[in-house]
């Protein structure tokens, strides 16, 4: 099943507000619909928000009498910290001169290069993995949900995880629930369960302390925006998992793909960071946990300095910072990419 | 409003499960619904705990056809992480040969001294806030509840903000809501809205990422138990903020009474952790987070290594761990104390 794709002249996405009680595949046919679902989380997960974003632009173009320009911006700002969202927007928009069967097409092969990079990632980060903990088996932390869901198919971090397991290499998965959204508890265990894939749920504050105590040996996240020094932006809750993941002495990996290293921003203090509304802190799935009138602080990200990661693996590399590799120099062949 | 007290020759006691939406109080007369209450964390926090387990005693030696024995066993094993419930529970019973009233009269001394403790940690505390970040403003992180629900009145950590607060050095309070039970979200909030202290809710996870971009100065936290060196037993969530408060150079102070010190436990690594039932991580106030038949894995507790500790406070003194002090040796006249 894909999170995300083009089916007869409109795109379905799997409606994970609803996950996991339901499975419902939303059907969308014109962008405010698709922005409304991007915001409210419908579909989410940087991979799949590049697609989004594409496959938006391609719908937008499908419509002469459309605003395009106007649903381009919009798609665009749906989301502020995900940089593949619009990645995939431009992408697609940049074809609107040769009509919308090369917008449609340049959306699809978006879909199809976010395909094949999370299977790359997997094997790429599986491979790290046993680089960094030779034979020992694998209990790998994660945090937020960054399997198939977050993606088209199998995933970034959780692709890892996914791929461990295949090889015999994995003894269990350790998932942060992330609250507030709570992807961890409602999206990355129900992935997991489906993939048959042993795991237990935390309260993200037990990451930190389960790591200190020696519960895992791994720690895999994702990333929405890694900047050209290594800081990565990524689910609240990711940098103390990092802090205390250096403090144990657990290797520390992002996975994500190349087109969320963004080496036009320097570092993570460019990153802006979305605050999101502050009723989402004050109550879970609709019931209510703080006093009525209370007031939050809600920063949906976070950002992990570089000199907490030990490596960055994407499609195509892995960028070993705690060896002082770096993302901007280290990339091989940059010019012949397809993907920048 | 006292959070526990003995009325009319039975416990009275709010019932916390039921905060915020409803202020129920609890009239209790039989050790075996006492143990039930705390178990389910109708009474919670050090301070009440170790007043609950005294009274308990009194209740159990007002009735002379009861097992004594049984109910002092069963009451001191209710929580075993917290030290001051056994401490209570043992100061009443070491009474139980001079009759009822005996036994009732400490356990009345150790409510009694529990208040006063409470306003002399909150002074105490505040008088090192100013001593640590002069004529600043202070913003103060906290986790868990600690305030006069904790205790008996007033609290432990929570003590010093609303000290502050009357003092008009608070410019605000920042609550961590404290999963999985939810004690920052459902009772600091609500204490901290009844004292007028201005506040704002936040995710445990956010906690550690908002010390690093210096949205508090100060943190304060409670404890269920210190060990001889200093290492603290706290809510789960205290470690992760003690490790980002190190990294974000803020001075992070555990705030508790001398009963919680236990100078028969070396270390950290001697204090047994909580492991609570796992079905409280897969959901939130009765709905569910995660898909059925999720596992997981709950810690109440962590524990905070000494290192990363600024100074501890209780009613007698501040033990400044950072610059060298020890718990064991500097406490003056030791001997003297009523609590010991």
Redesign the interface.
Known sequence: VRTIDWVDGAIEMIDQTRL?DDVVTLRITDVPTLVDAIRRLAVRGAPALGVAGALGVALAASDLRDDFEHHVRALRAARPTAVNLARGVDRAAARAGDGPAAVLAEALRVRDEEIAASWAMGRRGADLADELLGARPVVAMTVCNTGGLAAVERGTALAVVTELHERRRLSSA?A?????L?QG??LT??EL?RAGVP????????????L?RG?ANLVVAGADRIAANGDTANK??T??LA??AR?AGVPFVIVAPESTVDLGTASGADIAIEDRD?QE??S????R???A???????AF??TPAELITAVVTERRVVRLDRGERLAVSRPHAEASPRR
């Open positions: 996991p350790l942060m629930e992330t609250r507030p709570l508890a409602r265990t129900w369960a795991h237990r749920l935390i309260v993200d504050s037990a990451g930190p302390f389960l200190s519960a609240i809750g940098f103390s802090l205390a403090y502050d802190v004050c879970v799935r609709g019931v946990t703080a006093p009138g209370t007031a939050a602080i809600n920063p976070d950002v």
